[in-house]
């Protein structure tokens, strides 16, 4: 094999750099040249191309997003688009294709693979929300993000005595909601895989509230419901002061945890590997502390499961 | 001097715990007992105390928030309050009261010397808008959650090459923005103090959008204008993708700096001696290194000014 | 099941507070009284004991350390020790001992089993050198420590052009400096269970200094050699300026990551459920996302294997 | 005015980039072009630059470390030495340089300035211990450093009722053990300054001993005393278990703290701005919100003095 390309897909997370980096060290140790696609599946349209060599990704291991780019394009999803990046690829007669990414960057993989592309995966998405892995790249440093800032927010509710309603990342998946809520001690969470219990959650405030220094701390999924809907409801039925916080963005950015830094360094190296070893079609994930392959199809469809048994302790460790 | 009061009022800011514990421990030196009044002025007027001794003061330096609880209370502005108050200080016999808090609460200190309570105040606001001290406890802290939340922004705001526009605690007052501003490398920052020039940012960001690697960070100081106003202008003015966040109730908590501890301890502590040797209706502040006093009416009154030389660096660093 | 006792033993970790916690609320939801032996073994031989409920443990969950402290003891590994706890155990009448620790408080908890104490363990120890489970709590914290004092010292090794030697826990086990080597991007790892290749090392050092801004960091085990011996081999191989760094005790404390949260909440709940259920000389771990148990001898004897492939892979991404 | 020089000299601190940066920025918008001399005066003795422009200092604000270098350098203290450094500057014509550094590197300016170089500083030390200035680079984030760390310190201090004595830097300065200890809540300090009453801690140790969940943390700038030795007598003298921690080098960097970088960029700026006035041989500081000039020699001759009344706090607070 002579030459790779790789590129970073979807919302940005972190530990991409650490993959990308991972990627072009390994290729270099074996003469293997690589380029870079800028912002992703768009850059690959646009044949926007960068030559990485092992200076050029000097200190990018501990930076959130992504130096490459990321992005979105509604242009690839279409036939047209489909040949137009397997058509760019060929043109540059790389030997396969290195998508980093969640499961749109996935599906986007195995659509170049029927397009003659030889392609491997890297999962990396805050939402670890794809198969056959126990862990995507930047889901860990999300978490850590999240309970950092929740811990803040309970020194507020905690002296002011409110009940605050937290946003969390998650449009489909309750991944983060849940691992957060629990690492967190929230008083409730509410995700969209498992229904929530309204009233059961206004009767414990309503008790908590005939307490001294009450608090109480709600973190809800983005794709559960809003967080303004739970605020409303919950002032009507306990009349306490509610606040709600919607975290937003800062749960994409920041200097990788450990956990995804090393995640991210095996699996960026082990995609060159897999690739120099005439795999195609498979991402990398982990199943323990081992490394794994799994068809990208597979990953991109299967959902990551909810553990109902974390989220049944999130509700016995609530005071 | 045998018996003081202590309370923490309006907003929390980290620190606040700091300074209790100081003034406790200072207290405890000099065999004078301190009670505090639970929630701030509400728990005054409701008589709610709490007795507090070197031993109950123990690990709680390092904690966001305030344990005593704090909050607003409309019943204490009203003359009725007010004498209630003051009736309910007299009734424990305490021989003064040290007030933790932002400018409402120096406001209401004030009012209880008019009723014959000995006061001595202490700045604790993340605004960081009271005259007569260059910094009041918990901006510090705050301005540091900032800036590395932005820079987890930036992430995604470079990976993307995206317009984000965050937004800023400081309903009055600009100096969070400000400061955070120029200590993220904000793009743009949007005060109350300072008219903004949104032609001149919009020609920037256009001017920008032509290069590569796009990405533009403004600060939004939530009572200078909204954000989603200022987003929907730029999208519209320069049809690039505009993202808002609001940073909101995480810029209160959290573990106070170095800079709020080491203040919050100095001010606690020379609140105890300021009423024991006498004082009344004053302030503590600092200017450069020296603990000072100020009458507590004028560092309500008079606001923190914007240094302008700031702002102007703020528009000259950004590129 | 009426009543169980729980303590913490050995060198403190991240995360031994979250699953007293959990394990006390589990209890109390299962109306189950607990109560905790102070300082470890050595509390348990002195009959130091405290009753938790549900509200002695608020607000420990994201607190370093244990709170109900840790320790070792000598007398307590020799029979009339074990007689005597056995002894102090059976006069609490307690159905059950939860041990949180790691493979020496393991290896007590088996020798309490054989004098007829049910004992259910909780792995907790950064050195994460358990068999039978992916993770001891406490070590992904302990990981996460390190990578971000690593980077600070990067800043001023490449400042300066410095080679850094950093020393890490690790008596007999590699398990932290493996995984913080890769995830922070040292240039070489010395640990105990593989030989290390100075030569190597020297050559890759003189190399680099043949370059503009070398800077070299290596991460030693504290069991595999003296990083001073280290330094001075290299300053006389190398000529270069060598400086030494221990971490230390930093390394034990902080607020736990969000994976030793989550992880010492289903391990302290577990552990009650288990007992609860008639398990006896068990360890809870965890392999992969699913909770397992394992029979406490074997956990205490097996090493958790280095993963060569990790060791390589540091040596493949260095520069 | 046509042309600057910059450099960083001795100990790297966290914020040189951000002032190299605002230096930079600031010298575009006048149209001066700047170079840096690489390494401090070591490299402005072997004659090694890099042209800087705004673009180039782009993503440094927010890194520790020094990105164009720094160092010491013995030939440059001499007559011959700053002749040649002197002579390199006429050389590249430049009409003034930019010292970012502590008392020796402003020392250095000062020489300069006598043979004929236009020379601004711009203090930059974690130790604080140049006059005129209420702060230099780097001070604030040191502290933030130290406090956090010895954070996790204290929480295996308190899990294992043990007496720990950490070394912090300071060889000639007690400012940042002093600030540091203020704001960690130390149970004492010992620094250069003044002279320390070890019987007294003796004694308190003893006492404290007796009570149950003892612990105790002293801290100790490096050029006060050895931190074995001081470990060593409390051993022998109250039969405590004592531990030592030399923090070291990961005081040094890390991303610049709020504080640092708004005083760097001030800095920067101002340094840039009075050489384009025509001043020479002064520094920049901080006095309470003001940016001042002093004298370099009067800067690097007078000590910062330390504030006694934070050392007798300490003493009051600690239980």
């Known amino acids: 094999m002579r030459k790779l390309a790789i590129l970073t897909s979807g919302g940005d997370s972190p530990g991409m750099n650490a993959a990308v980096r991972a990627a072009v060290r390994t290729a270099a140790v ?50 047209e688009g489909l040949a137009k990046a397997a058509g760019a690829l060929k043109e540059h007669q790389v030997d396969g294709l290195i998508v980093i990414g969640g499961d749109g960057s996935m599906r986007g993989a195995h ?22 892995t126990d862990y995507c790249i930047g889901f860990d ?6 309970i950092y800032d929740v811990s803040k927010i309970r020194d507020t509710a905690s002296a002011m005595d409110r009940v605050f309603v937290v946003e969390v990342m998650g449009r489909e998946s309750g991944m983060l909601a849940l691992h957060a809520g629990l690492a967190c001690g929230a008083d409730a969470v509410v995700i969209p895989e498992i229904e929530f219990d309204y009233q059961e959650m206004f009767d414990r405030i309503r008790d908590a509230s005939g307490r001294h220094k009450m608090h109480y701390v709600i973190l809800v999924a983005e794709g559960a419901c809003s967080v303004h809907e739970v605020a409303k409801r919950t002032t009507e039925e306990t009349a ?22 090393t995640l991210a360094c095996r699996f960026g190296a082990r995609a060159v590997e897999l ?20 068809p990208i199809a597979e990953a991109a469809g299967a959902k990551h499961d909810i553990d109902r048994s974390m989220y049944e302790l999130i509700g016995r460790l609530a005071r």
């Open 30 to 79: 074996e003469d293997i040249e690589i380029i870079a696609f800028e912002d992703g599946y768009r850059g690959l349209l646009e044949d926007r191309t960068q030559r990485l060599g092992p200076r050029s990704v000097s200190d990018i291991l501990d930076r959130g997003g992504t130096l490459i780019g990321s992005g979105r394009s509604e242009e690839f999803t279409t036939p």
């Open 111 to 132: 659509e170049l693979v029927q397009r003659g592309i030889a392609c491997v995966g890297a999962p990396a998405t805050i939402d670890n929300d794809l198969g056959g």
């Open 141 to 146: 440093t999300a978490l850590n993000t999240i």
């Open 240 to 261: 306490e002061e509610v606040r709600v916080s919607v975290l937003g963005y800062i749960q994409r950015g920041g200097s990788p945890s450990a956990l995804d830094r």
């Open 275 to 294: 690739l120099a070893e005439g795999e195609n079609d498979v991402m990398v994930g982990v199943l323990g502390e081992d490394l794994v392959t799994v």
